[in-house]
Structure formats: structure tokens, C-alpha cells
């Protein structure tokens, strides 16, 4: 046993080395076993993983919607609980200070502790969080309970898209992030649709319409954990819905450029040499200006609309158009960006286009309702969409097991987080009337940030693929992905 436990940490430090010594080009031709693995393991994964994302993402986001609700009446989460608006930007807040903090450890525990445990416990815990949320009464209660729920919520996003690493090559993670990703626009969709139906229990059974909604959208969570348990694959290496010449297959498909779950959890000496590879930090420069247009469409879309002249249950019910429409660009773009193998221009094209929307949005006259509803949609859709393929950029273009999860963690952590917390700040409740110039200027400036950065980090690869092809002396070689 000895002996066969040190030939697989011999096996794991070789690929390890390989890819990152002699870079094999992994594309190429699809066999039709290999096609037929790969929609059998999409019917198991995707659908699930996008689902836990939604149930995330909805009890992340409805605090926004919990604001409004039922606010002329004086019903609203605000008034019974006595905060200003200052203090719901540091409850909003403060769960982000948390995300940034547990993203990294949450990620190492992941592949510790396997990743259908660990998500099972995560969303099982955020979950009874958000059902506590329907019984907070001060500013105090909130706050504490929002920086609970951050620590919890932090590791999943991160550790979705590691997890998939284990199951997917480079050039088919773009699409497959997009929908887990996609299933946060359905969730405000959706999440606008739902607090409109809850809207009208105010008072049932003596509780407000807000508390209805952290309790009742709480509960799917909790429930679920227990089917991610045990219906969430772990590693191909040990699938037992496959067959072994599936599992053969899967392991061998992904041999140069996944992520194995037989390898070594993380040693300082991997921690330090993603700290130290610069071009990743261009990463996560362009995913902190993405994270701003996201956290704050996600948490202030809601206020967006009711400035446009929607009001109550009507302002709740009119943010489900961006959402929607942002669903379906994002899976478009996604696909695009893997087939064309072109991430960093689909990201900056469609981070261009968001920063349009944003831009016509802050120079428009206040009252110009429509057309500023208009620009919201644009808005979101390219703010949504640039994301999975920069996710899937990234991911793609490191080489081992424990510095794909670090580098993940730290773009969502580092990059991610502070964007998020900016993003809570600039939609000032001051300037409803006049149409949050300050919101959308910022998230302009940003995005079109992120258009340059993406163009900056494609002629990069392009410089060191170039590099690559002059010193391989005719070999075969993997190139970074665009």
C-alpha cells in the first residue's frame, strides 16, 4: 500500500511538472465516446451545480428586494428594523468583508474534505441563516447575520468553478461556468417574480411580507443540501454512476490540463508560486472592475427600477426583463467565446457594450424612464456576460491542481470582493431622483476598465504564445488560451 500510495504522488508530481514544463496542445478532435462521457457528466453536474448557484444567489440578493417591499405602507425590512439607509450599505457590506475573507480557506477545505460534503454543508448553513433573517428586528441582528451568511456563501462560487476543473477541459469550462453563472440572473429574475407573490402575504400569520420572504426562500436551500450530499460527484477517478472505461476515459482525457483529485492538497511552495505569477494579478485587476457593475445590479436593481417611476410589487416585478435578457446573452457569449477560443475579446466586447448602457443611463435626463429601462437591460447583459468567460480565461490557463483552487479563490477573493464592496457604496439613496448618476458613471468607468485589461492580458498570451512556438523546435506544444 505503501509503495503504491508513493508511485500516485509520484504519478501526481510528474503531470503537475509536465504542465507546467512541456505544454501539450489539448484540442483537437471530439471522439464520439468521449462526446458521449461528456453529456453524461453535464446531466449530473451542470443541472446541480447551477441549481445550488441559484439558491445562492437568491438568498444573497433578496435583502435588496426585502427593502422595498411594501415600504409605502411602512411594512418594508427598513422601517421595522430602524436602520438609515447608511447602515443598510454596512450590512450590505459587511457580508462582503466576510466573502473576500473565507473564499481561500473555503476552497482549500474543498478539496480536503471532498466537494459534495463540503457543499453540503455550506448551503445547509447558509440556508437556516437566511430563514433567520425573516427574525431580525435591529440593525445590530442584521449585520451580524449578513457577515454569518458571507462566510458561508463565500465558497461557493470560487469552488464551483475549481470543482469543474476536475471534470472539464479547458476549452469546455466557459459554457458550463456560464450557466452555473446564468443561474444568478435567473434567480433575480425569478427572485423579482417571487417577491412579488409574497408581497401579498403582508401580515400572514402576523408576520410581515419581508420576513415571509427570507423564510420561504431560505427553506429550498436547507432542504437541498441533503440531495448535493449525496447526489453531487466528487472526482471522476472514483464516479460510480460511470462505467470503468468511462472513468479510464475521463481521467485520461484530462491528464495534462484538469485538476486530479488524487493529487496533494496545497503546499506553501504552490500557495507561492501563484502568489508571485504576475499575469494572474491582471486577472484579478480586471475581475475587480467586473465585480462592481455585479454587486451592485444584484443588490440595488430593485431601487434601479422603482427610480424609474415603478413603485412597491410593480418596481419588483420590472426587474425580471434584464435579468432575463442577461441569462440568455451570457450563454451565448459563453459558447462563442469557447468555440471561437477568443474569451478575453468576447469579455472586453461584451464589458464595452455594458459600459454603453451605463453610460447612455448617466447622461439621459432623469426622467426618460423608458429609455433608461432600456439601458439597464443593455447594462446588465454585457455586465453579466463578460463574466464566465473571463472565469473560464483564467482557470484555463493555469497548470496544477492546487493552483487552480488558489487562483480562483484569490480572483474572487481579491479581484472580486473589493469590486463587490465598492459596488454597495455607489448607489447613493440621495440620489433616486436623480436617476444614481454616481452609480452608473462609476460602473461605466469600470467596465470599459475591463475592456482594456482583457485586450492588454490577450496580447500578452498572444506575445508568450509566440515565444512558446519559437523555442519548442518543432514539437508539439500547449499553447495559453485566448
Given at each position: 500500500?505503501?509503495?503504491?500510495?508513493?508511485?500516485?504522488?509520484?504519478?501526481?508530481?510528474k503531470?503537475?511538472?509536465?504542465?507546467?514544463v512541456v505544454?501539450?496542445?489539448?484540442?483537437?478532435?471530439i471522439?464520439?465516446?468521449?462526446?458521449?462521457l461528456?453529456?453524461?457528466q453535464?446531466?449530473?453536474?451542470v443541472?446541480?451545480?447551477?441549481g445550488?448557484y441559484?439558491?445562492?444567489?437568491?438568498?444573497?440578493?433578496n435583502?435588496?428586494?426585502?427593502?422595498?417591499?411594501?415600504?409605502?405602507?411602512g411594512?418594508?425590512?427598513m422601517?421595522?428594523?430602524g436602520?438609515?439607509?447608511?447602515?443598510?450599505?454596512?450590512?450590505?457590506?459587511?457580508?462582503?468583508?466576510?466573502?473576500?475573507?473565507?473564499?481561500?480557506?473555503?476552497?482549500?477545505?474543498?478539496?480536503?474534505?471532498?466537494?459534495?460534503?463540503?457543499?453540503?454543508?455550506?448551503?445547509f448553513?447558509?440556508?437556516?441563516?437566511?430563514?433567520?433573517?425573516?427574525?431580525?428586528?435591529?440593525y445590530?441582528?442584521?449585520?451580524?447575520?449578513?457577515?454569518?451568511?458571507?462566510?458561508?456563501e463565500?465558497?461557493?462560487?470560487?469552488?464551483?468553478?475549481?470543482?469543474?476543473?476536475?471534470?472539464?477541459?479547458?476549452?469546455?469550462?466557459?459554457?458550463?461556468?456560464?450557466f452555473?453563472?446564468?443561474?444568478?440572473?435567473?434567480?433575480?429574475?425569478?427572485?423579482?417574480a417571487?417577491?412579488?407573490?409574497?408581497?401579498?402575504?403582508?401580515?400572514?400569520?402576523g408576520?410581515s411580507?419581508?420576513?415571509?420572504?427570507?423564510i420561504?426562500?431560505?427553506?429550498?436551500?436547507?432542504?437541498?443540501?441533503?440531495?448535493?450530499?449525496?447526489?453531487?460527484?466528487d472526482?471522476?477517478?472514483?464516479?460510480k454512476?460511470?462505467?470503468?472505461?468511462?472513468?479510464?476515459?475521463?481521467?485520461?482525457?484530462?491528464?495534462?490540463?484538469?485538476?486530479?483529485g488524487?493529487?496533494?492538497a496545497?503546499?506553501w511552495?504552490?500557495?507561492?508560486?501563484?502568489?508571485?505569477?504576475w499575469?494572474?494579478?491582471?486577472?484579478?485587476?480586471?475581475?475587480?472592475?467586473?465585480?462592481?457593475?455585479?454587486s451592485?445590479?444584484?443588490?440595488?436593481?430593485?431601487?434601479?427600477?422603482?427610480?424609474?417611476?415603478?413603485?412597491?410589487?410593480?418596481?419588483q416585478?420590472?426587474?425580471?426583463p434584464?435579468?432575463?435578457?442577461?441569462?440568455?446573452?451570457?450563454?451565448l457569449?459563453?459558447?462563442?467565446?469557447?468555440?471561437?477560443?477568443?474569451?478575453?475579446?468576447?469579455?472586453?466586447?461584451l464589458?464595452?457594450?455594458?459600459?454603453?448602457?451605463?453610460?447612455a443611463s448617466?447622461v439621459?435626463?432623469?426622467?426618460?424612464?423608458?429609455?433608461?429601462?432600456?439601458?439597464?437591460?443593455?447594462?446588465?447583459?454585457?455586465?453579466?456576460?463578460?463574466i464566465?468567460?473571463?472565469?473560464?480565461?483564467?482557470?484555463?490557463?493555469i497548470?496544477?491542481?492546487?493552483?487552480?483552487?488558489?487562483?480562483?479563490?484569490?480572483?474572487?477573493?481579491?479581484g472580486?470582493?473589493?469590486?463587490?464592496?465598492?459596488?454597495?457604496?455607489?448607489?447613493?439613496?440621495?440620489?433616486?431622483?436623480?436617476?444614481?448618476?454616481?452609480g452608473?458613471?462609476?460602473?461605466?468607468?469600470?467596465?470599459?476598465?475591463v475592456?482594456?485589461?482583457?485586450?492588454?492580458?490577450?496580447?500578452?498570451?498572444?506575445?508568450?504564445?509566440?515565444?512558446?512556438?519559437?523555442?519548442?523546435?518543432?514539437?508539439?506544444?500547449r499553447?495559453?488560451?485566448?
Amino acid at each position: 500500500m505503501a509503495d503504491q500510495k508513493s508511485m500516485v504522488d509520484m504519478e501526481s508530481g510528474k503531470e503537475e511538472l509536465s504542465a507546467n514544463v512541456v505544454q501539450y496542445e489539448s484540442s483537437g478532435p471530439i471522439t464520439e465516446a468521449e462526446k458521449a462521457l461528456r453529456w453524461k457528466q453535464d446531466k449530473r453536474i451542470v443541472p446541480l451545480s447551477a441549481g445550488i448557484y441559484f439558491l445562492c444567489y437568491l438568498d444573497r440578493s433578496n435583502i435588496g428586494n426585502a427593502k422595498i417591499m411594501n415600504s409605502t405602507t411602512g411594512d418594508d425590512l427598513m422601517t421595522e428594523t430602524g436602520m438609515s439607509n447608511f447602515q443598510y450599505t454596512i450590512a450590505l457590506m459587511i457580508f462582503l468583508v466576510a466573502y473576500g475573507l473565507f473564499e481561500v480557506p473555503s476552497n482549500i477545505l474543498l478539496k480536503k474534505l471532498r466537494p459534495s460534503r463540503w457543499i453540503a454543508f455550506l448551503m445547509f448553513s447558509w440556508g437556516a441563516l437566511t430563514m433567520g433573517l425573516g427574525g431580525v428586528n435591529s440593525y445590530a441582528s442584521v449585520t451580524v447575520v449578513r457577515f454569518l451568511l458571507g462566510v458561508f456563501e463565500a465558497g461557493l462560487f470560487p469552488g464551483l468553478v475549481y470543482y469543474l476543473t476536475f471534470w472539464y477541459k479547458t476549452e469546455e469550462r466557459s459554457i458550463r461556468v456560464a450557466f452555473i453563472l446564468a443561474s444568478a440572473t435567473l434567480a433575480g429574475a425569478f427572485g423579482g417574480a417571487i417577491a412579488y407573490g409574497i408581497g401579498h402575504m403582508n401580515k400572514a400569520g402576523g408576520l410581515s411580507a419581508w420576513r415571509w420572504l427570507f423564510i420561504i426562500e431560505g427553506v429550498p436551500s436547507c432542504l437541498s443540501a441533503f440531495l448535493v450530499w449525496f447526489l453531487l460527484p466528487d472526482y471522476p477517478e472514483n464516479a460510480k454512476w460511470l462505467t470503468t472505461q468511462e472513468r479510464d476515459l475521463a481521467v485520461q482525457r484530462l491528464h495534462i490540463e484538469g485538476s486530479k483529485g488524487h493529487h496533494k492538497a496545497m503546499t506553501w511552495e504552490d500557495a507561492k508560486e501563484t502568489l508571485v505569477d504576475w499575469r494572474l494579478w491582471g486577472h484579478y485587476v480586471v475581475y475587480f472592475g467586473i465585480s462592481t457593475p455585479f454587486s451592485s445590479l444584484s443588490l440595488f436593481t430593485p431601487s434601479i427600477t422603482a427610480g424609474l417611476g415603478y413603485h412597491d410589487l410593480q418596481a419588483q416585478l420590472m426587474t425580471v426583463p434584464p435579468y432575463a435578457v442577461a441569462y440568455v446573452v451570457s450563454i451565448l457569449t459563453s459558447w462563442s467565446a469557447d468555440h471561437f477560443n477568443a474569451r478575453g475579446l468576447h469579455s472586453a466586447a461584451l464589458a464595452t457594450i455594458g459600459a454603453i448602457g451605463f453610460l447612455a443611463s448617466a447622461v439621459l435626463p432623469a426622467d426618460a424612464y423608458l429609455s433608461r429601462y432600456g439601458c439597464l437591460i443593455v447594462a446588465a447583459s454585457g455586465a453579466f456576460a463578460c463574466i464566465p468567460p473571463l472565469l473560464g480565461w483564467l482557470s484555463s490557463n493555469i497548470f496544477s491542481t492546487a493552483s487552480v483552487g488558489l487562483a480562483i479563490a484569490l480572483n474572487i477573493g481579491l479581484g472580486g470582493a473589493p469590486g463587490q464592496i465598492v459596488g454597495v457604496w455607489i448607489y447613493k439613496a440621495n440620489e433616486a431622483k436623480a436617476g444614481y448618476p454616481t452609480g452608473h458613471w462609476t460602473n461605466a468607468a469600470l467596465l470599459f476598465m475591463v475592456g482594456v485589461g482583457c485586450v492588454m492580458l490577450r496580447l500578452y498570451y498572444a506575445r508568450r504564445n509566440r515565444n512558446i512556438l519559437r523555442s519548442s523546435n518543432g514539437e508539439e506544444v500547449r499553447l495559453f488560451k485566448y
